[in-house]
């Protein structure tokens, strides 16, 4: 599903000197897979989890996802790749301030150019899933830490993707909390959905099947 | 369908900056709906009374005195230099059609039955009412028969003929005597109301006479107090002016125009200058309405700088979700678009609503002008997104990775 060839992704830093975020990373994810990406802050794990999510470009190298070529797409189709085949869930959440969880859940299908009633049945059981049903007409700053991470991960199934990326999903999270939405990861890798998530938490990473090292933007377990 | 809702959703959640970018537009449009249908309304308010005065536009008006002679001309404050010869000169001359004649003056005493009153009296030649456009209410105007003879008949102005004849209903006045100063008139006939003129004085406050009467049997003079031309061409005053003015200094044997002992006027020139006052209204209602707009301007500007910043990260996770920058784009302008439309739907009801006021303020018709209120309200609409264009550009273009960073 996934395949990177001496990927790298350089940013401009400060007087003018460019940072090298990622240098020459090889990288196969088959469909399916659960993967955790570990690594010290400023590692690159970030800027990995960005390219991988098609939010960012590689500056150099190859990015297959599902067979199509990343580093060449337009905005548009990169656009319609994150809405259709990725989910994403971040570790400040990103809900919306002033809409409801059920608006929160139904955004992404705006996006992919679904609408009417089923957006809405399937956001409302989606919400269900992760154990909100009766959070449905409340807003972010009504609910507790662990409610809007799982309000997050019903809007990143919306569009039933492939891969769900999880850039530090407990990080914000008490113990039990995490503990819930690491639950709930583990069943969509269950359901046969490709995970990864960016953490520098041992135990969350020991959740998943394969763990891949970073640090200082270059892989420390190539052959894994 | 859904971008709209919730683009009216973020426009009521952010009630006071939207209110406050939309101030602007509102007042500008309604400002300058009222003001200038208030100017317009005055315009043609003064226009009506200055022309209610003239009778018609196409006229000169020729009077004695060379200096710049003030306020209404009468016996008592003209030269004598201005003839029946010279009126019959002017009536002869290829740009003027005819001529009428005028002797005025407004310190005789009309007395009849006991009763005093004190109004204008004209002696006027016999196509005084063609050239002035008044009609007869009853009886009939000085024929030719009686021009020549200085017959002594009076035709009375509604005000006149209300003052003298308050009893006995509307046509008591008819037939009856009458005396100006010590000559006793009979009375023929009653001009038709004419209203006010500019300044609100009424018209119709005056007696008409023959003017060969006035001349002989009642103020002994033999020069005129007004000479008025009606132009052959309507609208081709310059040239009949200039025939008058060298017909008149050759008359009067005046070599240069420093020595000239008459005065000629365009009434379009009076009322043009009577107007000013409306038209300097329009200009400052344009103004403040500019004024307005622009500061609109700058507030949506900055205020939608200051809503994209804000939105940073709603602007990530939108375009993390799967929006494309064009639909960002869509979405900030369809924001501004909507509240511009709102801005100038309000701006157009209150501006009508002020137009409304206005006219019972100024106890004139309303001027409804709403193919330009509504070109109007387009072009604010149209400021509107154009003012948000660079914001919403700025927006579609945040990088979502560094809007996204925690």
Known sequence: MIELDQLSKTFDGNAGKPVRALQGIELRIASGAMVAIRGASGSGKSSLLNILGCLDRPTAGRYRFEGHDVAGATDRQLSRLRARRIGFIFQSFHLLDRITALEQVELPALYAGVRGA?????????????GLAARLRHYPSQLSGGEQQRVAVARALMNDPSLILADEPTGNLDAASGAEVMALLAELHHEGRTVILVTHDESVARRAERQVLLRDGKMENPAA | MIQITSALRTLARQRRRSLAMSAGLVAGLALGMTLSSVSAASRRATLASVKNMLGTFDTILVRPGGGKTRGMVSLTNVPPTL??????????????RQAAELQNAF??????????????????????????GDAMLEGSFFSPEQMRSEARVAILGADVAAALFPDGGPHASLGQSIRLGTVPFQVQGRLAPRGAGPGGFSLDDLILIPVTTASHRLFNRNFLTMVVAQLRTPGDTAAAMAQVRTLLRQRHHASTAALDDFTLTDPSAVAAQVTAVSSRLAVIGRGAALGAIVLAAIAIVALMWLGVSERRTEIGLRRAVGATRASILGQFLLEIALLSSLAAGAGLALGGLGIFIASRWQHLPPEWAWPQAFAAAFAAILLGIACGLTPAWHAARTDPVAALRR
Do not use: K, M, Q
């Open chain 2, 83 to 96: 003839t029946f010869d010279d009126a019959d000169a002017i009536a002869a001359l290829p740009a003027i």
């Open chain 2, 107 to 132: 310190d005789i005493d009309v007395e009849a039955g006991g009763r005093t009153h004190a109004p204008a009296v004209f002696g006027v030649s016999g196509n005084w009412l063609d050239l002035r």
């Open chain 1, 118 to 130: 089923a957006t809405r049945a399937r956001a409302r059981d989606l919400l269900s899933r992760v």
